[in-house]
Protein backbone atom coordinates (compact mmCIF):
# COMPACT_ATOMS: atom_id res chain seq x y z
CA UNK A 1 0.00 0.00 0.00
CA UNK A 2 1.34 3.30 -1.15
CA UNK A 3 1.29 6.33 1.58
CA UNK A 4 -0.44 8.29 -1.04
CA UNK A 5 -3.35 5.50 -0.51
CA UNK A 6 -2.40 5.52 3.43
CA UNK A 7 -3.22 8.97 3.30
CA UNK A 8 -6.54 9.29 1.56
CA UNK A 9 -7.85 6.63 3.94
CA UNK A 10 -7.05 8.18 7.04
CA UNK A 11 -8.61 11.57 5.34
CA UNK A 12 -11.71 9.71 4.94
CA UNK A 13 -11.87 8.29 8.33
CA UNK A 14 -10.94 11.66 10.30
CA UNK A 15 -14.51 13.45 8.05
CA UNK A 16 -16.27 10.26 8.82
CA UNK A 17 -15.36 10.41 12.52
CA UNK A 18 -17.07 13.81 13.90
CA UNK A 19 -20.63 13.10 12.31
CA UNK A 20 -20.85 9.56 13.78
CA UNK A 21 -20.97 11.00 17.46
CA UNK A 22 -24.60 12.83 16.48
CA UNK A 23 -25.76 9.63 15.16
CA UNK A 24 -28.51 8.13 16.93
CA UNK A 25 -31.18 7.42 14.14
CA UNK A 26 -34.55 9.01 13.00
CA UNK A 27 -37.61 8.17 15.06
CA UNK A 28 -40.67 8.47 12.59
CA UNK A 29 -44.12 7.33 15.23
CA UNK A 30 -45.96 4.45 14.20
CA UNK A 31 -49.43 3.49 14.37
CA UNK A 32 -51.15 2.70 17.76
CA UNK A 33 -53.57 -0.28 17.68
CA UNK A 34 -56.99 1.44 17.08
CA UNK A 35 -55.26 3.40 14.24
CA UNK A 36 -54.12 0.39 12.19
CA UNK A 37 -57.50 -1.34 13.05
CA UNK A 38 -59.18 1.80 11.63
CA UNK A 39 -57.08 2.20 8.95
CA UNK A 40 -57.90 -1.64 7.68
CA UNK A 41 -61.62 -1.64 8.44
CA UNK A 42 -61.42 1.82 6.18
CA UNK A 43 -59.57 -0.08 2.78
CA UNK A 44 -61.35 -3.13 3.62
CA UNK A 45 -64.99 -0.75 3.34
CA UNK A 46 -63.40 1.12 0.03
CA UNK A 47 -62.27 -2.01 -1.29
CA UNK A 48 -66.19 -3.00 -0.51
CA UNK A 49 -64.95 -6.36 1.57
CA UNK A 50 -67.50 -5.78 4.08
CA UNK A 51 -67.07 -9.71 5.13
CA UNK A 52 -63.31 -8.64 6.02
CA UNK A 53 -64.42 -5.39 7.44
CA UNK A 54 -66.67 -7.14 9.64
CA UNK A 55 -63.90 -9.79 11.14
CA UNK A 56 -61.40 -6.56 11.31
CA UNK A 57 -64.04 -5.00 13.78
CA UNK A 58 -65.11 -7.90 15.44
CA UNK A 59 -61.80 -8.99 16.59
CA UNK A 60 -60.10 -5.89 16.32
CA UNK A 61 -59.12 -3.36 19.13
CA UNK A 62 -61.07 -0.34 17.91
CA UNK A 63 -64.33 -2.55 18.74
CA UNK A 64 -62.72 -3.36 22.22
CA UNK A 65 -62.23 0.71 22.65
CA UNK A 66 -65.64 1.53 21.78
CA UNK A 67 -66.82 -0.95 24.55
CA UNK A 68 -64.26 0.00 27.01
CA UNK A 69 -65.33 3.75 26.53
CA UNK A 70 -69.25 2.73 26.67
CA UNK A 71 -70.10 5.16 29.07
CA UNK A 72 -68.67 8.46 27.58
CA UNK A 73 -69.56 7.86 23.93
CA UNK A 74 -72.92 8.45 22.36
CA UNK A 75 -75.11 5.69 22.98
CA UNK A 76 -75.14 2.69 20.04
CA UNK A 77 -72.34 3.77 18.39
CA UNK A 78 -71.02 -0.11 18.50
CA UNK A 79 -74.41 -1.17 17.17
CA UNK A 80 -74.38 1.69 14.62
CA UNK A 81 -71.23 0.45 13.00
CA UNK A 82 -71.68 -3.24 13.51
CA UNK A 83 -75.03 -2.50 11.79
CA UNK A 84 -73.65 -0.52 8.60
CA UNK A 85 -71.12 -3.67 8.26
CA UNK A 86 -73.69 -6.03 8.06
CA UNK A 87 -75.42 -3.98 5.51
CA UNK A 88 -72.65 -3.14 3.51
CA UNK A 89 -73.22 0.67 4.01
CA UNK A 90 -69.84 2.61 3.87
CA UNK A 91 -71.52 5.96 3.99
CA UNK A 92 -72.89 4.79 7.80
CA UNK A 93 -69.69 3.39 8.96
CA UNK A 94 -67.54 6.43 7.76
CA UNK A 95 -70.15 8.39 10.17
CA UNK A 96 -69.78 5.77 12.72
CA UNK A 97 -65.72 5.95 12.81
CA UNK A 98 -66.03 9.78 12.70
CA UNK A 99 -67.81 10.54 15.88
CA UNK A 100 -65.58 7.50 17.21
CA UNK A 101 -62.26 9.49 16.86
CA UNK A 102 -63.75 12.99 16.93
CA UNK A 103 -65.44 11.38 20.79
CA UNK A 104 -61.76 10.10 21.43
CA UNK A 105 -59.87 13.54 20.77
CA UNK A 106 -62.20 15.52 22.61
CA UNK A 107 -61.70 13.67 25.80
CA UNK A 108 -57.63 14.12 25.29
CA UNK A 109 -58.52 17.33 25.02
CA UNK A 110 -60.89 17.81 28.31
CA UNK A 111 -58.06 15.67 30.06
CA UNK A 112 -54.92 18.29 29.08
CA UNK A 113 -57.09 21.22 29.73
CA UNK A 114 -57.60 19.09 32.60
CA UNK A 115 -53.89 18.19 33.66
CA UNK A 116 -52.54 21.37 32.50
CA UNK A 117 -54.50 23.68 34.79
CA UNK A 118 -54.12 21.43 37.64
CA UNK A 119 -50.11 21.30 37.23
CA UNK A 120 -47.70 23.48 36.06
CA UNK A 121 -47.72 23.54 31.78
CA UNK A 122 -45.06 22.74 30.17
CA UNK A 123 -44.58 22.58 26.51
CA UNK A 124 -43.63 19.24 25.97
CA UNK A 125 -46.87 18.00 28.17
CA UNK A 126 -48.63 20.48 25.40
CA UNK A 127 -46.85 19.05 22.55
CA UNK A 128 -47.58 15.92 23.37
CA UNK A 129 -51.27 16.02 24.44
CA UNK A 130 -51.58 17.65 20.41
CA UNK A 131 -49.50 15.25 18.91
CA UNK A 132 -52.27 12.55 20.66
CA UNK A 133 -55.00 14.83 19.53
CA UNK A 134 -53.76 15.01 16.04
CA UNK A 135 -52.89 11.81 14.95
CA UNK A 136 -56.90 10.57 16.05
CA UNK A 137 -58.69 13.65 14.59
CA UNK A 138 -56.34 13.54 11.12
CA UNK A 139 -57.52 10.03 10.10
CA UNK A 140 -61.69 11.73 9.86
CA UNK A 141 -60.99 15.25 8.93
CA UNK A 142 -61.60 14.33 5.34
CA UNK A 143 -64.99 12.79 6.62
CA UNK A 144 -65.66 16.29 8.66
CA UNK A 145 -64.96 17.90 6.06
CA UNK A 146 -67.07 16.42 3.50
CA UNK A 147 -69.58 16.94 6.00
CA UNK A 148 -69.50 20.26 7.64
CA UNK A 149 -65.80 22.64 6.28
CA UNK A 150 -66.64 25.26 9.25
CA UNK A 151 -66.74 22.66 11.64
CA UNK A 152 -63.63 21.19 9.94
CA UNK A 153 -61.80 24.64 9.69
CA UNK A 154 -62.83 25.38 13.29
CA UNK A 155 -60.90 22.74 14.02
CA UNK A 156 -58.00 23.82 12.31
CA UNK A 157 -57.80 27.05 13.44
CA UNK A 158 -58.25 25.89 17.22
CA UNK A 159 -55.57 23.39 16.75
CA UNK A 160 -53.17 26.03 15.08
CA UNK A 161 -54.04 28.62 17.77
CA UNK A 162 -52.71 25.83 20.07
CA UNK A 163 -49.71 24.27 18.85
CA UNK A 164 -48.72 28.26 18.90
CA UNK A 165 -49.59 28.39 22.72
CA UNK A 166 -47.40 25.71 23.45
CA UNK A 167 -44.57 28.42 23.33
CA UNK A 168 -46.62 30.55 25.99
CA UNK A 169 -47.60 27.36 28.05
CA UNK A 170 -50.26 29.47 30.32
CA UNK A 171 -52.16 30.20 27.44
CA UNK A 172 -51.75 26.05 26.98
CA UNK A 173 -55.69 25.39 29.02
CA UNK A 174 -57.59 28.22 27.34
CA UNK A 175 -56.26 26.29 24.11
CA UNK A 176 -57.50 23.30 25.02
CA UNK A 177 -60.82 23.71 26.14
CA UNK A 178 -61.08 25.83 22.76
CA UNK A 179 -59.98 22.23 21.05
CA UNK A 180 -62.67 20.15 23.19
CA UNK A 181 -65.67 22.91 22.89
CA UNK A 182 -65.02 22.53 18.90
CA UNK A 183 -64.92 19.16 19.20
CA UNK A 184 -68.00 18.32 21.24
CA UNK A 185 -70.05 20.29 18.83
CA UNK A 186 -69.15 18.80 16.24
CA UNK A 187 -69.91 15.55 17.66
CA UNK A 188 -72.94 16.96 18.55
CA UNK A 189 -74.25 17.65 15.31
CA UNK A 190 -73.08 14.73 13.87
CA UNK A 191 -74.75 12.95 16.56
CA UNK A 192 -78.35 14.35 15.68
CA UNK B 1 16.18 10.40 7.97
CA UNK B 2 15.40 6.52 7.92
CA UNK B 3 13.48 4.85 4.62
CA UNK B 4 10.18 3.61 5.75
CA UNK B 5 10.61 -0.14 6.78
CA UNK B 6 10.00 -3.12 3.61
CA UNK B 7 7.02 -4.82 5.82
CA UNK B 8 4.15 -3.75 8.37
CA UNK B 9 4.92 -3.53 12.20
CA UNK B 10 3.33 -4.83 14.61
CA UNK B 11 1.17 -2.64 17.45
CA UNK B 12 1.46 -3.44 20.83
CA UNK B 13 0.12 -6.80 22.17
CA UNK B 14 -1.95 -5.27 24.72
CA UNK B 15 -3.11 -2.92 21.75
CA UNK B 16 -4.38 -6.18 20.16
CA UNK B 17 -5.69 -7.69 22.94
CA UNK B 18 -7.91 -4.72 23.42
CA UNK B 19 -9.15 -4.38 19.80
CA UNK B 20 -9.58 -8.24 19.57
CA UNK B 21 -11.62 -7.66 23.35
CA UNK B 22 -13.99 -4.98 21.55
CA UNK B 23 -14.57 -6.60 18.17
CA UNK B 24 -15.84 -9.58 20.64
CA UNK B 25 -18.03 -7.32 22.85
CA UNK B 26 -19.73 -6.23 19.66
CA UNK B 27 -20.56 -9.76 18.84
CA UNK B 28 -21.84 -10.90 21.75
CA UNK B 29 -23.87 -7.46 21.89
CA UNK B 30 -25.47 -7.93 18.53
CA UNK B 31 -25.70 -11.85 19.60
CA UNK B 32 -27.34 -10.82 22.80
CA UNK B 33 -29.64 -8.14 20.87
CA UNK B 34 -31.29 -10.77 18.82
CA UNK B 35 -31.45 -13.42 21.61
CA UNK B 36 -33.17 -11.09 24.44
CA UNK B 37 -34.97 -8.83 22.29
CA UNK B 38 -38.49 -9.10 24.21
CA UNK B 39 -36.27 -9.17 27.62
CA UNK B 40 -34.62 -6.11 26.89
CA UNK B 41 -37.55 -3.94 25.86
CA UNK B 42 -39.49 -5.15 28.43
CA UNK B 43 -37.50 -4.63 31.11
CA UNK B 44 -36.33 -1.19 29.32
CA UNK B 45 -39.90 -0.41 29.54
CA UNK B 46 -40.55 -1.27 32.97
CA UNK B 47 -38.07 0.85 33.98
CA UNK B 48 -39.18 3.89 31.88
CA UNK B 49 -42.70 3.19 33.71
CA UNK B 50 -41.03 3.14 37.09
CA UNK B 51 -39.43 6.83 36.26
CA UNK B 52 -42.61 8.56 34.76
CA UNK B 53 -41.52 11.63 35.32
CA UNK B 54 -38.09 11.45 33.71
CA UNK B 55 -39.99 11.09 30.48
CA UNK B 56 -42.95 13.18 30.82
CA UNK B 57 -46.09 10.93 30.95
CA UNK B 58 -49.04 11.84 31.48
CA UNK B 59 -50.75 8.87 32.55
CA UNK B 60 -53.30 8.58 29.03
CA UNK B 61 -52.82 5.92 26.87
CA UNK B 62 -52.82 7.70 24.23
CA UNK B 63 -50.19 9.91 24.94
CA UNK B 64 -47.80 7.95 26.93
CA UNK B 65 -47.98 4.90 24.19
CA UNK B 66 -45.89 6.73 21.82
CA UNK B 67 -43.45 8.82 24.44
CA UNK B 68 -42.58 4.95 25.54
CA UNK B 69 -42.04 3.88 21.70
CA UNK B 70 -39.60 6.87 21.03
CA UNK B 71 -37.58 5.83 23.56
CA UNK B 72 -37.75 1.90 23.29
CA UNK B 73 -36.52 2.89 19.86
CA UNK B 74 -33.66 4.57 20.95
CA UNK B 75 -32.78 2.09 23.59
CA UNK B 76 -32.51 -0.16 20.17
CA UNK B 77 -30.60 1.86 18.41
CA UNK B 78 -27.85 2.80 20.99
CA UNK B 79 -27.10 -1.24 21.42
CA UNK B 80 -28.01 -1.69 17.41
CA UNK B 81 -24.99 1.41 17.01
CA UNK B 82 -22.55 0.00 19.92
CA UNK B 83 -22.70 -3.11 18.03
CA UNK B 84 -21.81 -1.45 14.93
CA UNK B 85 -19.52 1.07 16.19
CA UNK B 86 -17.52 -1.59 18.40
CA UNK B 87 -17.16 -4.10 15.26
CA UNK B 88 -15.64 -1.37 13.02
CA UNK B 89 -13.73 0.85 15.86
CA UNK B 90 -11.91 -2.74 16.61
CA UNK B 91 -11.11 -2.67 12.89
CA UNK B 92 -9.94 1.01 12.59
CA UNK B 93 -7.74 0.92 16.02
CA UNK B 94 -5.65 -2.65 14.47
CA UNK B 95 -4.87 -0.90 10.99
CA UNK B 96 -3.79 2.73 12.35
CA UNK B 97 -2.04 1.46 15.32
CA UNK B 98 -0.07 -0.59 12.34
CA UNK B 99 0.19 2.60 10.59
CA UNK B 100 1.65 4.05 13.96
CA UNK B 101 4.00 1.32 14.36
CA UNK B 102 5.64 1.05 10.94
CA UNK B 103 5.68 4.84 9.99
CA UNK B 104 6.18 6.73 13.91
CA UNK B 105 10.12 6.83 13.91
CA UNK B 106 10.19 7.64 17.80
CA UNK B 107 9.33 5.83 20.66
CA UNK B 108 7.37 8.96 22.36
CA UNK B 109 5.38 9.74 19.12
CA UNK B 110 4.14 6.15 18.32
CA UNK B 111 3.42 5.49 21.90
CA UNK B 112 1.41 8.54 21.92
CA UNK B 113 0.05 7.63 18.69
CA UNK B 114 -1.52 4.31 19.73
CA UNK B 115 -2.71 5.52 22.79
CA UNK B 116 -4.80 8.08 21.51
CA UNK B 117 -6.23 5.13 19.25
CA UNK B 118 -6.82 2.83 21.29
CA UNK B 119 -8.38 4.69 23.73
CA UNK B 120 -10.67 6.45 21.50
CA UNK B 121 -11.32 3.12 19.82
CA UNK B 122 -12.41 1.48 22.92
CA UNK B 123 -14.21 4.57 24.59
CA UNK B 124 -16.33 6.19 21.95
CA UNK B 125 -18.77 2.85 20.86
CA UNK B 126 -19.16 1.74 24.86
CA UNK B 127 -20.93 5.34 24.94
CA UNK B 128 -23.49 4.07 22.46
CA UNK B 129 -23.90 1.03 25.25
CA UNK B 130 -24.08 3.55 28.22
CA UNK B 131 -26.54 5.47 26.61
CA UNK B 132 -28.67 3.13 26.39
CA UNK B 133 -28.23 1.48 29.56
CA UNK B 134 -29.02 5.28 30.53
CA UNK B 135 -32.27 5.80 29.03
CA UNK B 136 -35.04 4.16 30.99
CA UNK B 137 -33.81 6.10 34.23
CA UNK B 138 -32.63 9.04 32.97
CA UNK B 139 -35.05 9.81 29.57
CA UNK B 140 -33.40 10.04 26.30
CA UNK B 141 -31.52 13.68 25.83
CA UNK B 142 -30.72 13.73 29.05
CA UNK B 143 -28.84 10.86 28.80
CA UNK B 144 -27.50 11.75 25.52
CA UNK B 145 -26.44 14.69 26.83
CA UNK B 146 -24.69 12.98 29.35
CA UNK B 147 -22.80 10.01 26.87
CA UNK B 148 -21.81 13.18 24.24
CA UNK B 149 -19.55 15.22 26.63
CA UNK B 150 -18.47 12.78 29.13
CA UNK B 151 -17.31 9.87 26.50
CA UNK B 152 -18.38 10.78 22.50
CA UNK B 153 -16.43 13.91 22.30
CA UNK B 154 -13.68 13.37 25.31
CA UNK B 155 -12.96 9.54 23.05
CA UNK B 156 -14.28 10.54 19.86
CA UNK B 157 -11.87 13.36 20.14
CA UNK B 158 -8.66 11.34 20.73
CA UNK B 159 -9.62 9.01 17.82
CA UNK B 160 -9.63 12.22 15.61
CA UNK B 161 -6.47 13.87 17.04
CA UNK B 162 -4.49 10.96 16.64
CA UNK B 163 -5.61 10.52 12.85
CA UNK B 164 -4.88 13.66 12.41
CA UNK B 165 -1.54 13.26 13.62
CA UNK B 166 -1.17 10.03 11.62
CA UNK B 167 -2.10 12.07 8.82
CA UNK B 168 0.47 14.87 9.03
CA UNK B 169 3.04 11.81 10.00
CA UNK B 170 2.09 10.01 6.27
CA UNK B 171 2.42 13.39 4.71
CA UNK B 172 5.63 14.53 6.16
CA UNK B 173 6.63 11.10 5.26
CA UNK B 174 5.43 11.50 1.45
CA UNK B 175 7.17 14.94 1.10
CA UNK B 176 10.38 14.33 2.51
CA UNK B 177 10.31 10.82 -0.04
Given at each position: ????????????LV?AAPAAAHHT???????????????????????????????????????????????????????????????????????????????????????????????????????????????????????????????????????????????????????????????????????? | ?????????????????VA?VLL?AA??G????????????????????????????????????????????????G??LFHMHAEGMALVII?TT?????????????????LLLTVGGVGYPLGYLLWS???????????K?LVEWTVWVPFGSATIVAL??????????????
Open positions: MTLATLCMLLAAGGVYTPRDNAITTNFKQLKFSAQAGKFDVARRLFDEGPLRAEMRARVAVLPAGLEARTRAALEAGRAAELERALMIFFVALARDLAVEAERQLATAAPTPATGQRFLEAIWRYYNLVDFVVGQRDARASASMRLAFEDAESAVKDPARLPGAFHRIAEVLGRMLENAVN | MTPPPATWRLPPRATLLVVEVGASMARFKVELARWARGEMLRHPGVHGLVGVRDVDERVLDEALFRFDALRATVAATLAETAGLRRMLTVLIPAWGVERSSLGLLALISIRMVRR
